[in-house]
C-alpha cells in the first residue's frame, strides 16, 4: 500500500496466511485439495440455467479442467476460451507465455448463453448495400431514383470466437488499476456476464480479489455475491462499490476457518487455549475455562483467550471482569483479554456496559489481538522448553483506540440542524508490518512517525449512520481513501443537514488500512 508517497507491506491476517498455506504448502496437490470440494459446492449452489467460468494460467489448467469434467460432465464443457493478451516481452529459452485459460461449464444444458459478437476481420470488405442478380449478373441493387439500396439492419460482425485477443491485461500506467495484484479487466468481466446471465440474475464470486465482478455486476444491474477470505480484497472491493454509489449491501464475517484448522490437525480448542496462554507468559488455570494467571509489574492478571470462531462480545468481557474481582478469594488487579475476533462497536459497547455499573468494576481491562502468524507458533509449541523459546517472539496487539470529537450542531430556519462530527483520535497500539528486515523496521518507524504527525493516513475508510436504531448500522455518509492512484488522506471531519429530531444517536464505523474495525456512537 501507499500511504503518503511511502510504499508499505501489510502483514496478512491469520486466516489468509493459514488459507494460503493449505493452499500451496504441497504445491499442486494441496490447491486441488483445496478447489475440489469448493467446486463441489458451487455445481450445488448453481441454478440449472446457470454457467461457471473458471480462470487459471498454464500451471494449473489441465488438472483444473479434468476436476471440472468429473464435477459437471464432460457433455457440460462449453468452451476452453484463450485470452490473450499482449505484455513486455523477456528473453527466455521458451515461447512468451501470453495467454491464460477459461473454462466455461454448464450446469445443464437449459443453461442461459446470450451469444456476442466480434468485428469482422475486415470490416472494410464489407458493403452496407443490398446486391442481386441482374441480367444473370450480381451487381448492387439502385432503387428508383438510381441510389444504391441499403441494408434494412446493421452489420452486427460475426459470432464470438474462443480467443480473445481485444481485451489487455491492466497496465502499470492503465487508468482502471488499482494496485491489487490479480485484478482483471473490467471489460473482461463484462463479457463474461452478459454472455450468461440477464438483468436481474444473481451472479457469484467466491475468490473476490479486487472486486471487479461484484463492480460489473452492479452497473450490468445484476444482483451480486462475493466472497473473500483476505482484508484487502474486502476493503478494496467496499471502497470500489461506495464509490461508484452502488446501491446498500451488507458485509458479513461468515467463517471459522481456524476452529477448523484446529480440529482437522487433531488439536482441541482448550489444547489450543492453554498454548496461548502459555506462549503470553500465564500459567493456565484449568482444564476447559480459557483462563490463565500472569504476574507482570507486581500484579497478578487474569488472562483469558477466546474461541477461535467466535466473537469476544462486550458483554463477556463484562462478565469476566466481574469475575475477575472476585476470583480465587482474593480477585485480580487487571484483566487480559486474548481474541481472534471482536464484535463491532466493541470498545464503545463495552464502555457503555462499565459506566452503567459505575463503581462496581475497579480493575483495568486490556483487550488484545491474537498475532497473525500464532498458529505456525502453537505448531512448534510441543513441549514447554519450545514455548520457553517462542515467548519472546508472540506479539498480542493491544486493540485500536477510537474517540469522536464533540458534535457541532447548528439550528437552521427552516426547522433543520446541520450537525459536525469529527474523529478526534484514532490509535493504533501497534502496527502489523513486518519487522523481519532492515526494509521493515524502516517501514514501521516511518509509518508510526506518520500516524502521530495525522492519525487519519491509518484509516480506510469511515462511515457515519446519523440515526442509529441501536441494532442495525446503514451507512448514511462515508469516504474513504481510496485505491492506486485515487489513494488520498480521507477527512477526518463529517457534516450533514437533518430533520431536527428531539433524541438521536449518530454511530460511526472506522476501518484501518490494517483491517482493525471500531466503532463509536453519540447520543445527542
Not at 449452489?45 to 464432460?74: P, Q
Not at 476447559?288 to 487474569?302: A, Y
Not at 514455548?387 to 508472540?394: H, R
Request: neutral net charge.
Amino acid at each position: 500500500m501507499t500511504i503518503e508517497g511511502n510504499e508499505f507491506t501489510k502483514e496478512p491476517s491469520v486466516i489468509e496466511r493459514l488459507a494460503y498455506k493449505d493452499t500451496w504448502a504441497g504445491g499442486t496437490d494441496s490447491y486441488l485439495d483445496m478447489l475440489y470440494p469448493r467446486l463441489q459446492l458451487m455445481k450445488r449452489l448453481l441454478s440449472e440455467d446457470g454457467s461457471i467460468y473458471v480462470h487459471s494460467d498454464w500451471h494449473a489448467n489441465s488438472y483444473v479442467r479434468l476436476l471440472m469434467d468429473e464435477i459437471f460432465g464432460k457433455n457440460n464443457m462449453v468452451n476452453e476460451i484463450i485470452w490473450h493478451y499482449r505484455r513486455w516481452s523477456n528473453v527466455a529459452s521458451t515461447f512468451q507465455k501470453m495467454h491464460d485459460n477459461i473454462l466455461l461449464y454448464r450446469k445443464s444444458d437449459k443453461a442461459k448463453f446470450n451469444m456476442l459478437y466480434q468485428d469482422y476481420s475486415h470490416p472494410e470488405w464489407i458493403e452496407d448495400t443490398v446486391r442481386g442478380f441482374v441480367d444473370g449478373k450480381l451487381v448492387r441493387l439502385r432503387d428508383d431514383a438510381g441510389d444504391y439500396i441499403k441494408r434494412d439492419k446493421e452489420n452486427i460482425g460475426v459470432p464470438m470466437h474462443d480467443v480473445w485477443t481485444d481485451i489487455n491485461f491492466i497496465g502499470p500506467t492503465a487508468q482502471e488499476r488499482i494496485g491489487y495484484a490479480t485484478q482483471k479487466p473490467k471489460a473482461l468481466i463484462e463479457r463474461i456476464i452478459k454472455t450468461s446471465s440477464d438483468e436481474g440474475d444473481l451472479i457469484a464470486d467466491f475468490f473476490l480479489g479486487s472486486g471487479t465482478t461484484l463492480t460489473a455486476s452492479e452497473e450490468l444491474g445484476r444482483h451480486w455475491i462475493g466472497c473473500e477470505l483476505g482484508k484487502v480484497g474486502i476493503q478494496v472491493t467496499r471502497a470500489r462499490l461506495v464509490e461508484m454509489a452502488a446501491k446498500p449491501f451488507l458485509i458479513e464475517n461468515i467463517g471459522n476457518y481456524q476452529r477448523e484448522m484446529i480440529y482437522l490437525t487433531g488439536g482441541r480448542i482448550w489444547e489450543m487455549q492453554h498454548l496461548i496462554l502459555k506462549l503470553y507468559g500465564a500459567t493456565p488455570r484449568d482444564k476447559i475455562s480459557g483462563l490463565g494467571i500472569r504476574k507482570t509489574d507486581n500484579i497478578d492478571e487474569l488472562v483469558y483467550v477466546g474461541y477461535p470462531d467466535r466473537p469476544v462480545t462486550a458483554r463477556k468481557a463484562e462478565e469476566l471482569a466481574l469475575q475477575t474481582q472476585n476470583l480465587d478469594g482474593r480477585g485480580y488487579k487487571r484483566l487480559v483479554i486474548l481474541g481472534w475476533d471482536y464484535e463491532y462497536n466493541y470498545s464503545q459497547a463495552l464502555e457503555s456496559r462499565l459506566n452503567a455499573l459505575k463503581d462496581k468494576i475497579k480493575i483495568k481491562i486490556e483487550s488484545r489481538d491474537i498475532p497473525p502468524d500464532i498458529y505456525d507458533y502453537l505448531k512448534k509449541a510441543k513441549s514447554d522448553e519450545d514455548i520457553e523459546a517462542l515467548s519472546d517472539k508472540v506479539v498480542f496487539y493491544e486493540r485500536p483506540y477510537l474517540k469522536l470529537g464533540k458534535p457541532q450542531i447548528k439550528e437552521k430556519p427552516d426547522g433543520k440542524e446541520k450537525i459536525s462530527i469529527s474523529l478526534d483520535r484514532y490509535v493504533l497500539m501497534d502496527i502489523p508490518v513486518s519487522h523481519l528486515s532492515k526494509k521493515g523496521e524502516s517501514d514501521y518507524t516511518t509509518l508510526m512517525k506518520l500516524a502521530k504527525d495525522n492519525f487519519a493516513v491509518l484509516i480506510d475508510y469511515w462511515a457515519v449512520d446519523w440515526d442509529y436504531d441501536g441494532c442495525t448500522f446503514k451507512s448514511q455518509w462515508q469516504a474513504f481513501r481510496g485505491n492506486g492512484r485515487k489513494a488520498k488522506t480521507v477527512p477526518i471531519t463529517a457534516t450533514e443537514t437533518l430533520e431536527k429530531k428531539k433524541d438521536r444517536i449518530i454511530a460511526v464505523r472506522v476501518v484501518d488500512i490494517f483491517g482493525n474495525d471500531a466503532g463509536a456512537t453519540l447520543k445527542l
